[in-house]
Every structure is written in structure tokens, then in C-alpha cells.
């Protein structure tokens, strides 16, 4: 009798148990999504530059206007400061006469420092001056001939703009800059040119990588 009672409770507690395989519930996992890289500290400027000539080449001869480009490394030390290394070259020419032109090519080579803060999330500010070396190169042309004169001098420069942020990498700026170089090529036996110097816009883009 007893042994009936057990083997009869051995084959019911399967069948009260089902299967025995417990419910399974699935979750969805979101995946998870690495943060994008910051920018580095290192970036680089690519700009075009117009300067309106504040002097006279030699007496009496009006400054010659130029238009150039120039490459900036750039490496922000601090959220807001940042130090600047440029390289220019511009290039301008004037008719003195019917029969002569005076055409003027300069290369600046500055190293410099910069302050930048934000106005909103995209628009900032900046302000800088750089200091270096320049090189000038006048080309006299007069009935046809060509006469070169050229000089090495110390070159410095000053500039505030607006900065404008198309991504966290990429971003276009603007700026009011003045600037220039004391290189004087003596054109004439005993007789220098002028220091080279004026006021100008700039405008590029720039990016961070």
C-alpha cells in the first residue's frame, strides 16, 4: 500500500509541474554608444587677408594695398588661450607712371598668442598680436626692365574678430587685424623704402584635430 501512495505522488508531481522549464523574460539592451572624441589642442587656420597701406613706399609714391594668404598652427593651452604659429604672403602692385609699375611682395613668419571666450554656444571672440620676422621684396618695372630690391625686418601684428563655430572641429572666423614689417629695401643708392604697415581684414576657416 505504501508503496503504491509513493509512486503515485513520484508520477503526479511532474505532471502538477508541467515541463519545469521556468518563463524566460527578454530584455532589450540598449547599446552602448561611445562619446565622442574631444578635439584635440592642435588646430589649423587657412585665411585670406586685404591690407589697406597706412604709408607712403618712398616720398611721395602711396602705400601699396595687398592681398595674401596665410597658414596658422594653433595650440590651446587653456579653454580659453591659445598660442599661434602664422605664416603670410601677400602681394600688391601700384602704376607710378605710364611706363613704370612698383609691385610689392612680403612674407611674415609670427609667432603669437590668443584669448578666445565665448558669447553663445557657437559665436565666440577672440583677440591676439604676433611677432616675427618679414620679408619684402620690391620689383620695379620700368619701360620693360625689371629691377629687385629686398630686406629682411622685424614683423608684428594685432587682431581682434568673431569666431563661429560650424561643428565641435570645423569653424569660420573674421577679424580686423593691423599690422607690418620694418623691412626696408634700399631702392636707390642711399635711399630706403618705408616700413611697410596697415590696416585689414582676415577671414578663413580653421579646424581642430
Known amino acids: 500500500m505504501k508503496k503504491s501512495i509513493i509512486l503515485a505522488l513520484a508520477l503526479a508531481v511532474p505532471a502538477m509541474a508541467g515541463d519545469g522549464k521556468a518563463p524566460v523574460t527578454v530584455v532589450d539592451v540598449p547599446a552602448i554608444v561611445p562619446a565622442p572624441a574631444a578635439p584635440s589642442a592642435f588646430g589649423v587656420e587657412v585665411g585670406a587677408v586685404y ?20 597658414v596658422t598652427g594653433v595650440y590651446k593651452v587653456s579653454p580659453n588661450w591659445a598660442t ?4 603670410g604672403w601677400a602681394t600688391g602692385s601700384d602704376d607710378l607712371s605710364a611706363i613704370e609699375e612698383l609691385e610689392v ?25 604676433e611677432i616675427g620676422v618679414g620679408y619684402v621684396n620690391y620689383t620695379d618695372t620700368f619701360a620693360g626692365e625689371d629691377e629687385t630690391f629686398e630686406d629682411w625686418g622685424f614683423a608684428y601684428g594685432f587682431e581682434a574678430g568673431l569666431r563661429y563655430d560650424v561643428s565641435s572641429s570645423v569653424y569660420l572666423y573674421s577679424a580686423l587685424h593691423y599690422g607690418g614689417n620694418f623691412a626696408e629695401p634700399e631702392i636707390a643708392d642711399g635711399y630706403d623704402t618705408k616700413s611697410h604697415s596697415g590696416w585689414g581684414v582676415r577671414m578663413g576657416v580653421g579646424g581642430q584635430f
Open 51 to 70: 591690407t589697406s597701406a597706412l604709408n607712403d613706399v618712398v616720398e611721395g609714391v602711396d602705400g601699396i594695398n595687398t592681398w595674401g594668404v596665410d
Open 84 to 87: 599661434t604659429l602664422r605664416v
Open 105 to 129: 611682395n612680403t612674407v611674415n613668419i609670427m609667432a603669437g598668442i590668443r584669448y578666445t571666450a565665448p558669447i553663445t554656444e557657437t559665436l565666440s571672440w577672440y583677440a591676439g598680436g
